[in-house]
Each structure stands twice: as structure tokens, then as C-alpha cells.
């Protein structure tokens, strides 16, 4: 069963990210490869099986992106961003673990609405948008220590396997990782 850790590990190391189309390099478990690669709504994929799916909020903030976030976003560093990070639960347990990362926050910017997201999922938004581009997805391994927020017992031994994609509104980037926690598998 997986618990909050009562400590907050900082030791991170940034994920490796490749193509989707090489996936093969990942050690993954293969029942993973369609989650990992499925454009669809993951939420509507998780409440097929999970019906009474969740979501708790880890942090919502706003805070400096993560070295390869700011890469693949294209902005310096030191941009704050407003970054939300939650599980996706199902009876109880960190099915997933979600970080949205949304630079240039302001009320110009179409997803400042998602401010009033609260405890909904992500997707029930995302799916609805109309004329919503997504980029291709990016995925890795990584242990869970190494997502911020993602506070777990024994996270240095709970592998995570992970996709992530951009979603553009206009000329506004929202940078989506989902990462598939290996224990809940």
C-alpha cells in the first residue's frame, strides 16, 4: 500500500526523455505501452476501470519549472510558471501522478482559467477544448523521488514510468506530464 512519506526528499535528478516511437528502450511492463502511448483522455481511459477515480492536489503554485520543463518550453529558467501537481487516485491509492506546468500566467493566457480548477481532472478539460494542437509524446523511467511533490514511502524504490506532451491554445503552451506510478500497476 502506498503511504505519504512524513519527509521530503530533494535529491533529484532529471529525467531522460526519448521519442515515444522508442519505446522498446524502456523497461516497462507491456501492458503499460498503451497508456503510455494513447492520445486520448486519460482520465476517461482510468474511469473506465475506476469509476470513482479522484484527484488529490500535491502543490498548485507557482514556481520555477524543472531544468528540462524550461527546455521544452522555451523559456529562461528563472520564468516562474504555474505548475500543478496532483494524483490521480483510484480506491484510495496514486494511480498517477500529474504535473501541468503553464508559463506566462496571466489573465491574457487561455488556460489562466484553469485556476478554478480545484479537485477536477485535468482532462475533463483539455478533451473538451475545440481547435486544441498536442505535440508528440516524450517518455522516461525515473524513480518517484525524483518528481517534486510526489512525496511517497520508499518513492527511492517506486519506479515511475512517464509520458509527457504539449498542449497548444493559440500561441499558448501547457506542458502535461503523466507519470504511471510502477507499484499501483
Same mark, same amino acid.
Given at each position: @500500500?502506498?503511504?505519504? +512519506?512524513?519527509?521530503?526528499?530533494?535529491?533529484?535528478?532529471?529525467? *531522460?526523455?526519448?521519442?515515444?516511437?522508442?519505446?522498446?528502450? !524502456?523497461?516497462?511492463?507491456?501492458?503499460?505501452?498503451?497508456?503510455?502511448?494513447?492520445?486520448?483522455?486519460? #482520465?476517461?481511459?482510468?474511469?473506465?476501470?475506476?469509476?470513482? @477515480?479522484?484527484?488529490?492536489?500535491? +502543490?498548485?503554485?507557482?514556481?520555477?519549472? !524543472?531544468?528540462?520543463?524550461?527546455?521544452?518550453?522555451?523559456?529562461?529558467?528563472?520564468?516562474?510558471?504555474?505548475?500543478?501537481?496532483?494524483?490521480? @487516485?483510484?480506491?484510495?491509492?496514486?494511480?498517477?501522478?500529474?504535473?501541468?506546468?503553464?508559463?506566462?500566467?496571466?489573465?491574457? /493566457?487561455?488556460?489562466?482559467? !484553469?485556476? *478554478?480548477?480545484?479537485?477536477?481532472?485535468?482532462?475533463?478539460?483539455?478533451?473538451? !477544448?475545440?481547435?486544441?494542437?498536442?505535440?508528440?509524446?516524450?517518455? #522516461?523511467?525515473? *524513480?518517484?523521488? /525524483?518528481?517534486?511533490?510526489?512525496?511517497?514511502?520508499? +518513492?527511492?524504490?517506486?519506479?515511475?514510468?512517464?509520458?509527457? +506532451?504539449?498542449?497548444?491554445?493559440?500561441?499558448?503552451?501547457?506542458?502535461?506530464?503523466?507519470?504511471?506510478?510502477?507499484?499501483?500497476?
Amino acid at each position: @500500500m502506498l503511504k505519504p +512519506s512524513r519527509t521530503h526528499l530533494t535529491l533529484r535528478h532529471e529525467p *531522460h526523455w526519448i521519442p515515444a516511437g522508442l519505446i522498446h528502450r !524502456l523497461k516497462s511492463p507491456r501492458q503499460l505501452h498503451d497508456w503510455l502511448l494513447d492520445s486520448s483522455s486519460l #482520465t476517461a481511459k482510468i474511469r473506465i476501470g475506476c469509476p470513482e @477515480m479522484d484527484v488529490r492536489i500535491l +502543490s498548485e503554485t507557482y514556481e520555477k519549472p !524543472l531544468i528540462s520543463e524550461a527546455h521544452h518550453l522555451k523559456i529562461p529558467l528563472s520564468q516562474k510558471t504555474w505548475i500543478r501537481c496532483v494524483f490521480l @487516485m483510484c480506491n484510495g491509492q496514486p494511480i498517477v501522478y500529474a504535473r501541468t506546468v503553464i508559463p506566462y500566467w496571466k489573465t491574457g /493566457n487561455p488556460w489562466y482559467a !484553469l485556476k *478554478h480548477l480545484g479537485n477536477r481532472p485535468l482532462g475533463e478539460v483539455l478533451f473538451q !477544448l475545440p481547435n486544441l494542437k498536442r505535440t508528440p509524446f516524450q517518455i #522516461t523511467q525515473t *524513480h518517484a523521488q /525524483n518528481w517534486p511533490h510526489l512525496d511517497l514511502e520508499d +518513492s527511492k524504490q517506486i519506479k515511475t514510468f512517464a509520458r509527457k +506532451s504539449t498542449f497548444i491554445q493559440g500561441k499558448y503552451p501547457l506542458l502535461l506530464t503523466e507519470a504511471f506510478i510502477e507499484s499501483s500497476l
